[in-house]
C-alpha cells in the first residue's frame, strides 16, 4: 500500500488552454531529425559520424567525452545532412534526413530478466537509452561506474498544464513495469516512486508514495527530500516516469523506438490534445500551421511554462525528454497604458495586489513579459511560502552567487535542481533567473571537485 506525503508549500498555477484526453491527428513528416547535445545535461559530445554518413534507429552518433561508454544514437536511420556548431565549435544539432523506409539496429533482449547489474548498465549505455537519468548531486547524466544509493521516480506531473500521467500510461503497464524491475538491479537501495494519489496502484516492488500538494510537489526532489535526503558522498539517480515507457519498450522489443506521446496545451495553441512524436523532430514542419493561432507575437516552449525551452528557428526540435509543448502570447505586442499602476481586476498576482486572490479557481491567459526589472535580491521571503524543501532558499542562492562551496555544501547544494527553483523564479519580486544561477553553481562546482 501506498504511503502518503502532504506538501503544504508550493503554487497551482491555472493556465488556459489544458490538453484534453484525446489523440490529434498524426504529425507530418519532417525533411530532418535532430539530435541536441545540450538535451543531456553535463555531456561533453564526441562525435562518431560525419556529414554523410548513413545511420539506423539506434545507431550511436556520439558518446560523452567524460564517460566513453555513454552513447548518444539516431532517433531515426537516414543520412547525416548537417552537423551544426556555435562559438569554439560547440556542437548544437546533428541533423538526420530520415530514410523513406525506417530500419532499426536491433538488439537481442531476451536475456533482460536475468541479467546482472553490470550487463543492464552496458544495454542502456549502449542503446542511448542512459541519458534519461539524472544523477544527484549536480543534475547531470549519471556516471555509469558509480553505483546509487537510490533510485527516484516520478509520475505526479504537477507543473501548469502538465500531461495526464495516466493516460500517457494506459496500455503501457507492463513497460513500465519492466523497467522498474531492471533499473532496481542498478543499486543496492531501493527503488521510489512519487505519484498522485490512486495511481500506479498494481505497481510492485518500488517504494510507493502518493504526493499530494501544488507545485512543486511532484518533482522528484521533493521525493528526495522528504523521503531520504542526499548527504554528502552520496548519490541518487532520478528519471521521469515517461521515460519508464521509453526505457520498457526497449527492454521488451530490443527496438530503438524513442517515439513518445506529448501534451499539447497552452492558451494560444491552436488544438489541444495529445499526439505522438519522434524526439528532434522540426516542431515547424511537423505541425504545418496547426500549433500556433499566429504567425507572430506567439512563443512556442519545449516544456512548461516554469521550466521549458523556447523554440525558435535556430533551435525547433523537440528534446529527448518533452512530455509537453506550451504554447503563450509573448507579450511583445502589448502596450498598457500607465503599466502596472492601473487597476487590474482580470490578471493574475501571486500577492493580492490584484483580485485574483477573489478567484482562486479562475484560469489566466498569461503572456511571455516578466513585467519588472531585474534589482537586487530582498529578503521577504517569498521564496519560503512556495518553496517545500528543509532548505533556506535565500541563503543558498546567495552562497551559490559568491561561490562560497563550504557554505553552498552547507546549505544543500546537493539536494537540489535548477527547477526546484522554478516557482521561487515566478513569483521572485526581484526577477532574478534564479534556475540560471542554480544551474551554473553545480556546474561551477563540479568543475571544481573533477
Known amino acids: 500500500m501506498a504511503k502518503v506525503l502532504t506538501i503544504k508549500k508550493g503554487l497551482s498555477l491555472k493556465l488556459k488552454g489544458a490538453a484534453p484526453q484525446e489523440y490529434l491527428s498524426p504529425v507530418s513528416a519532417c525533411s530532418s531529425y535532430a539530435l541536441v547535445p545540450d538535451d543531456f545535461q553535463g555531456v561533453v559530445p564526441k562525435l562518431l559520424v560525419r556529414e554523410g554518413d548513413k545511420v539506423a534507429a539506434g545507431d550511436a552518433v556520439f558518446f560523452h567525452k567524460r564517460m566513453p561508454s555513454v552513447m548518444f544514437v539516431a532517433p531515426v536511420s537516414g543520412e547525416v545532412t548537417a552537423i551544426n556548431r556555435g562559438a569554439k565549435r560547440k556542437i548544437l544539432s546533428i541533423e538526420i534526413k530520415p530514410d523513406a523506409e525506417q530500419t532499426y539496429r536491433t538488439t537481442d533482449v531476451s536475456r533482460v530478466p536475468s541479467m546482472i547489474r553490470e550487463e543492464i548498465r552496458e544495454l542502456l549505455c549502449k542503446s542511448g537509452l542512459w541519458g534519461f537519468m539524472r544523477q544527484r548531486p549536480f543534475d547531470i547524466v549519471p556516471d555509469p561506474a558509480i553505483v546509487p544509493r537510490d533510485i527516484f521516480i516520478t509520475a505526479n506531473f504537477t507543473a501548469p498544464l502538465a500531461p495526464d500521467f495516466d493516460f500517457l500510461a494506459k496500455g503501457h503497464e507492463s513497460e513500465i513495469q519492466l523497467a522498474l524491475d531492471v533499473l532496481g538491479k542498478l543499486t543496492d537501495g531501493k527503488v521510489y516512486l512519487g505519484t498522485k494519489p490512486g495511481s500506479l496502484t498494481g505497481i510492485q516492488g518500488v517504494e510507493h508514495y502518493e504526493v499530494k ?31 519508464l515507457i521509453v526505457l520498457g519498450r526497449f527492454l521488451k522489443t530490443g527496438k530503438p523506438d524513442f517515439s513518445r506521446t506529448i501534451a499539447i496545451t497552452g492558451s494560444d495553441a491552436k488544438e489541444h490534445g495529445y499526439v505522438t512524436v519522434i524526439p528532434g523532430t522540426n516542431i515547424k514542419e511537423a505541425f504545418r500551421g496547426r500549433l500556433t493561432k499566429k504567425e507572430t507575437h506567439e512563443r512556442v516552449i519545449d516544456g512548461n511554462v516554469f521550466t521549458g525551452v523556447k523554440l525558435t528557428e535556430e533551435r525547433p526540435f523537440i528534446s529527448f525528454a518533452c512530455d509537453q509543448i506550451t504554447v503563450i502570447p509573448e507579450g511583445d505586442d502589448v502596450d498598457e497604458i500607465f503599466g502596472w499602476i492601473a487597476p487590474r481586476t482580470d490578471q493574475y498576482s501571486v500577492s493580492r495586489s490584484y483580485c485574483s486572490w477573489l478567484h482562486p479557481n479562475k484560469e489566466y491567459a498569461l503572456d511571455a513579459r516578466i513585467k519588472g526589472g531585474e534589482r537586487a535580491m530582498i529578503q521577504s521571503n517569498e521564496y519560503d511560502k512556495v518553496f517545500p524543501f528543509d532548505i533556506y532558499p535565500e541563503y543558498l542562492l546567495k552562497a551559490i552567487i559568491a561561490f562560497n562551496i563550504t557554505d553552498m555544501e552547507n546549505r544543500g547544494i546537493y539536494e537540489v535542481a535548477p527547477e526546484d527553483f522554478s516557482v521561487c523564479e515566478f513569483v521572485d519580486s526581484s526577477k532574478m533567473p534564479l534556475q540560471e544561477i542554480v544551474r551554473k553553481g553545480l556546474d561551477l562546482l563540479y568543475n571544481e571537485i573533477n
Open 213 to 243: 500538494g501544488a507545485h512543486p510537489a511532484g518533482l522528484v526532489s521533493v521525493l528526495i527530500n522528504k523521503v531520504k535526503p542526499i548527504n554528502k558522498d552520496e548519490t541518487v539517480w532520478t528519471l521521469k516516469a515517461s521515460d
